[in-house]
């Protein structure tokens, strides 16, 4: 596997790292109320939003190009919804011909906030289709759709939902609902790490052409959220990498028993496990990056394969740079607590390392190899 960037990606690195270390403070950003002083309109104009989906979504980058974005998002803990309002929902409407094609359109200009809304009771990630009970019934010329949507990943600033629901025959389908319909009732919250997520409550008359038109539903879904998927682990790399930075800064500095912290062998070995640890997940990260646009069975077991990984190294990374800082680990005088709640916060959007260890033991055999478990 090629771990090198081209010209185009390093200039693209380079731009939105210098972009959010100018424009965006996490700090303020959480004091705000999520509000990030216009950085959501600040990424499109510099074609941000558009480099997280590939040209045949309707974008200007790839898989690739998301990869980049969402690590420098994961370094800078961005709060902006890249992953559900961008790579989910435009690459579930791209899927939508024509019609969905104008609102990616709309979306990676930034005019357009949409999200997918999936997640019910008793499903533990969005992967579990198999779960959804929101039903959709004929009424008139259009439908009634029925249910409970909780959480809503990046849901809170969305002005249009794409929900699952089941019809009368128990076929799977995407509804298009706008926020202000008719019995809708949307409750905005904030999740542990600070971004905005939502819940939706649903017992609305919709029209015809509410439904979003794609091929195959479930695979439809599928492939939106690996895409996001990946990019939460190249998210949570970030997020290590910039810990990892921190907690080695930090006990450079910081002197016990009239010595620096850096310098106790026990001390070093363990921020060298967590070094390695990043490293692994870096490789990972660039794994589920390449597999995206692989055939589903190869895809599916490899970006599942990828999150375990991911997640096993936020863990290590993230409790052991805690503890190295000590007391200051648990305060918010260092921005080590709020990089910990980030690492630890993926589990409850995309699911467990254990939920997705089963569904890559569900791949086919040759999914193990892609993934360098044989």
């Known amino acids: 596997m090629n771990f090198e960037f081209n010209q185009d990606q390093q200039l693209l690195q380079e731009t939105v790292v210098r972009f959010l270390e100018r424009e965006y403070d996490y700090r303020q950003a959480i004091a705000g109320e999520g509000d990030s002083g216009g950085v959501w309109d600040k990424l499109a104009e510099l074609g941000m939003l558009g480099a997280l989906l590939g040209e045949n979504e309707g974008g200007l980058g790839g898989p690739v190009e998301a990869m980049i974005v969402m690590e420098a998002s994961g370094e800078a803990l961005l709060l902006e919804p890249l992953i559900g309002q961008v ?9 939508a011909g024509e019609s969905g094609g104008r609102q990616v359109e709309a979306i990676v200009t930034g005019a357009s906030r949409v999200v997918l809304a999936t997640i019910e009771a008793g499903m533990m990630s969005p992967f579990d289709h198999d779960l959804i009970e929101t039903r959709l019934t004929r009424e008139g010329n259009g439908f009634r759709l029925h249910g409970l949507k909780a959480p809503i ?21 995407i509804i298009s609902v706008p926020v202000g319909q008719p019995g809708v009732t949307i409750r905005r919250m904030r999740a542990i790490d600070g971004r905005g997520i939502a819940e939706l409550e649903l017992d609305a008359v919709l029209p015809a052409d509410a439904l979003i038109d794609v091929v195959n539903v479930e695979e439809t879904l599928d492939t939106a959220l690996d895409a996001g998927l990946a990019a939460a682990c190249a998210e949570l790399v970030g997020a290590m990498s910039a810990m990892l930075d921190q907690t080695r800064e930090y006990t450079g500095q910081r002197e016990q028993y009239g010595a620096k912290l850096a310098t106790y062998q026990a001390l070093q070995h363990r921020m060298a496990d967590m070094f390695i640890a990043a490293e692994l997940a870096r490789s990972m990260a660039f794994l589920a990056a390449a597999s995206i646009e692989r055939p589903a069975a190869e895809r599916r077991g ?11 190294g936020a863990r290590f990374v993230g409790e052991n740079g805690v503890q190295l800082h000590g007391g200051m680990g648990m305060s918010e005088e260092t921005d080590v607590a709020y990089y910990f709640t980030r690492l630890i916060a993926g589990a409850s959007i995309w699911g467990s390392a254990n939920r997705h260890l089963r569904r890559f033991d569900k791949a086919p055999r040759m999914d193990r190899t892609i993934a360098g478990v044989d």
């Open 87 to 95: 790579i989910v929902a435009g690459t579930i409407l791209a899927a």
């Open 153 to 173: 990943p990046d849901g809170a600033t969305a002005n249009r939902f794409l929900v699952t629901a089941r019809n009368e025959s128990g076929a799977l389908c």
């Open 302 to 312: 490899a970006v599942s394969a990828a999150w375990h990984e991911v997640l096993r």
